[in-house]
């Protein structure tokens, strides 16, 4: 065991012993759950920090998180012991009863089997594949959050402007100055159209920082240090898990029945964009965990200290994803309305502090990545605010947010909860209930955006794509079809139903805008499945949830159905998912196999076709120097030979296809790709999930730039320059065919040729004094050499003609009869012909 492993176990350990003692009472299933959790939004916190100060590595990252843990842990043991008055043998009560948790179990089994194949390696060009490759470098030691090339700063002016748009063409995702300072000069230190920030415009013009929060690279770097680089995204698998357990354990802050929760587990697990987004590397998997959590301890009013807890996925949140300012809102009026219904300080306190918690984090995002922190503000553009305005926007909004909290707290403590101090909130809900403005509430969080949605599909050029292209559409499939729109329905029948607790309002009015708020005004059109559906997946169990829990009055028997026709309407969609990849490029296999060629010392040249997956990559994986192809690659690699041990060739193409430059092939392999670009299926049919994926092969190859070499050893060759040759036997390859071929690279002079060969031929047995080997060099005849009994199973040679050769690639092919192994082996029935252990040259 490593390390950096006994670490996360030992963090893990921590994380679970602590929520044991926090809850007081709980089951080892419910204590492991919430453990991993714990652990998950711990890393997430703690690596924030690490990147806010420009420091952060995986080891240190996993012994802060275990530090984090302590304090939080000996906390809550202080809490337990000074205040509560715990004895020690009373800190913590676990049950060993798993039975009652067979449900989620049971969903999660299922569940792994539809989510195990993974998506492989995408590469730049989108987030999927940048996510990838800074944990790659994360792997790999390259933590700086501000990178460059070292190999541009050596090259020539043209060369570099080469390279420049290598970079700026081909890594798309790696934000260098030129996208978000299109018009700087780079002597210049400010830019008008960025406020200043950590960004050094004067390290180079391909100096950059990648896209994205990198607190979600992280924890794909820690499941890879783990488990290995190509099962990063099995972490995925956690959070999928995690999800399914939260949505049980929600239902039964709800009371759910058993029926109800099942639907609900069901429908958030085999939902169809879920399952993609389980398999691929993005981030609203973890996102999806953090809303659930959220509403989970806002809803447990069995144990209202736990309610304080509800701050963690806020605080997780604004560590982990820009997004969270689209989310503030949801978690102020959830607060903002505990307060109104139950009284307790706890909401009051953390109305405010949700806030003042998303102000910093705009400027510890800021401070991480500027580019995509301000870019993600772009729906404020059109307002005539600019970046430059943020630093100062933010900060005045959130002390508006700040005096309007207090103003409200204030009117609702002085005139709500003074006037009804003499009645509980249980009764005061149930005033609410009876009264004209609780039914007016519920009904305009149902109907109106409704309304609006269907009359903007309705009167948009073509209606029918508008609806099947539309978020609300999504969910309502994404929920096996019927579960949303039934749920709908009888809340508009009985909206009483929401206000017999607080917590089924909170629950309705995180579907209002989770669900519709979300689908008439933040994202109302999902562009093609599964990429951009993948935005409705931190919302979809809450969906699921809403749904079980207003049909829950109906009882199992239609519950149950109506969760088997859910189940029976995705099944294709998952059946067909669980057996694909998307979003892959190239297999991970491949990409390590090509790693292991190259050394610190040497550097690669890449082909335009492999700088979206490879070039990053291998600088990581490797240590050695990359470049884009500036010229043509034989001329490339004889400028740089002298600064490295080897020059390679990263492109296409097998050894004896067009690249017949001074090259020979070290590697070559096919990489499978599979893309959703489901663009023309808009208006075809009625359910946008995709049931194919546009699929295409192409050849990864390696070769390593030879001038003149003049030995080739089948120990070393085999498998790359011989054809028509068996697999290796010991030192030495048996020919299988009568023109058996070793490419080489040669000077065009005259050499003498040795072949060694690598075992004796039975003359006497196949009934021959002499076997003859003819010569062809490029497919002309150099003369023989002739085998017998003074020279069997040594070597033989002949003399070659520099006009036979070209001038680097040539094809020597060894012309011989073949012979029946089986005169002196029965059991061999192969036909053999010469046996070679090395062909050398010798200049003459």
């Known amino acids: 065991m490593s390390l950096f492993t006994g670490v996360v176990l030992l963090g893990v350990v921590l994380a679970a012993l602590t929520i044991g003692i926090w809850w007081k009472k709980t089951n080892v299933v ?57 004895p020690w043998r009373e800190l913590m009560t676990v ?39 800074v944990a790659i470098n994360f792997l790999n030691g390259v933590t700086d959050r501000q990178q460059d090339f070292p190999e541009y700063h050596t090259l020539s002016e043209a060369q570099q402007e080469t390279f420049r748009n290598s970079v700026y063409s081909y890594l798309v995702g790696y934000d260098i100055g030129s996208r978000a300072y299109p ?14 920030t950590v960004y050094d415009l004067s390290v180079s013009p391909v100096s950059g920082i990648y896209h994205g929060i990198p607190t979600y690279a992280s924890l794909l770097a820690m499941w890879g240090k783990l488990f290995g680089m190509a099962q990063m995204q099995d972490v995925q698998t956690v959070f999928y898990g995690c999800t399914i357990f939260l949505v049980f354990f929600l239902c039964r802050n709800l009371k759910l029945r058993r029926g109800s929760t099942a639907l609900a587990c069901a429908a958030a697990a085999a939902s169809p964009v879920v399952i993609w987004v389980a398999k691929s590397a993005l981030t609203e998997g973890f996102l999806s965990v953090l809303m659930v959590l959220f509403l989970y301890f806002l809803t447990d009013e069995e144990h209202p200290r736990r309610q304080w807890m509800s701050i963690l996925p806020v605080v997780v949140f604004s560590c982990f994803h820009v997004s969270i300012y689209t989310i503030l809102p949801l978690f102020v009026v959830l607060y903002g309305g505990m307060f109104w219904l139950t009284r307790r300080k706890s909401f009051a306190i953390l109305m405010p502090l949700s806030v003042v918690i998303y102000c910093i984090s705009f400027f510890a995002m800021r401070h991480v990545q500027p580019f995509y922190t301000m870019n993600n503000y772009s729906p404020l553009f059109g307002l005539g605010i600019s970046q430059a305005d943020l630093p100062t926007l933010i900060p005045a909004v959130c002390a508006g947010a700040l005096v309007l909290i207090g103003l409200y707290l204030f009117l609702m403590h002085r005139l709500v909860h003074r006037k009804y101090r003499d009645i509980t909130p249980e009764n005061y809900l149930l005033r609410v209930q009876d009264s004209r403005l609780g039914f007016l509430l519920v009904e305009l969080l149902l109907v109106p955006l409704v309304i609006y949605i269907v009359l903007k599909c309705v009167t948009a050029e073509e209606p029918l794509a508008k609806l099947q292209g539309s978020a609300f559409w999504g969910f309502i499939c994404g929920t096996g079809l019927l579960l949303l729109p039934l749920a709908w329905g009888m809340g508009i029948v009985r909206p ?141 690699a004889e400028q740089l030979q002298e600064k490295y041990d080897h020059v390679f060739y990263l492109g296409s193409g097998s050894w004896n296809d067009t690249f017949d430059q001074q090259f020979r092939l070290v590697y ?129 040679s002949l003399d070659i003609s520099g006009d036979l050769l070209n001038e680097g690639a040539n094809v020597i092919t060894l012309q011989s009869e073949l012979w029946s192994a089986s005169t002196i082996n029965p059991a061999d029935v192969r036909l053999l012909g010469i046996p070679l252990k090395n062909l050398e040259f010798a200049a003459a």
């Open 95 to 133: 049950s060993w009863d798993i039975r009652p948790y067979w449900l989620p179990i049971l969903v999660c089994a299922g569940g792994f089997v539809l989510v195990a194949m993974k998506h492989e390696l995408f590469g730049m060009g989108q987030d999927e594949g940048v996510y990838q490759t």
């Open 496 to 636: 009483k139903f929401y206000l017999e607790s607080a917590k089924r309002l909170v629950v309705l009015v995180a579907a209002f805008y989770c669900v519709l708020f979300y689908s008439a005004f933040l994202r109302f059109d999902v562009e093609y499945y599964y990429y951009y559906g993948r935005y409705l997946v931190p919302f979809l169990p809450i969906a699921v949830v809403f749904g079980a829990m207003t049909i829950d009055r109906l009882r199992a028997k239609v519950t149950l159905p109506i969760m088997a026709a859910g189940l029976l309407f995705v099944s294709p969609y998952d059946r067909f998912l669980m057996n694909h990849v998307d979003d892959t490029r190239l297999q991970w296999s491949v990409l390590e196999d090509v790693a292991s060629e190259i050394g610190e010392n040497d550097c690669v040249i890449v082909d335009s076709e492999n700088m979206w997956t490879m070039y990053l990559p291998l600088r990581a994986m490797t240590g050695a120097d990359a470049y884009p192809v500036m010229a043509d690659p034989q001329t490339q």
């Open 30 to 86: 419910e204590m492991l759950a919430f453990g991993v959790i714990y652990w998950l939004c711990a890393w997430v916190v703690t690596a924030m920090g690490f990147f806010v100060l420009d420091v952060f590595s995986l080891l240190p990252c996993a012994v802060g998180t275990v530090v984090l843990e302590l304090a939080v842990g000996a906390a809550a043991l202080i809490v337990r012991k000074k205040r509560d008055k715990t």
């Open 183 to 196: 018009d700087t000069v780079y002597d210049l230190s400010v830019s008008p159209a960025y406020p200043d």
């Open 668 to 796: 070559a392999n096919t990489a499978e790709c599979s893309t959703d670009e489901n663009y023309t299926n808009r208006g075809s049919q009625v359910v946008m999930f995709p049931l194919e994926y546009s699929e295409s092969s192409r050849t990864v190859s390696l070769y390593e730039f030879w001038q003149e070499e003049l030995s080739y050893a089948a120990a070393d060759c085999a498998g790359t320059e011989y054809r028509g040759f068996y697999t290796l036997e010991g030192e030495f390859c048996w020919a299988y065919s009568t023109n058996a071929a070793v490419r080489c690279n040669l000077e065009k002079q005259d050499y003498t040729m040795i072949v060694s060969l690598g075992c004796t031929i039975p003359l006497k047995e196949i009934g021959q004094e002499t076997y003859p080997v003819t010569v062809l060099v490029n497919g002309e005849n150099a003369g023989t050499m002739v085998i017998d009994d003074t020279n069997n199973g040594q070597s033989v």
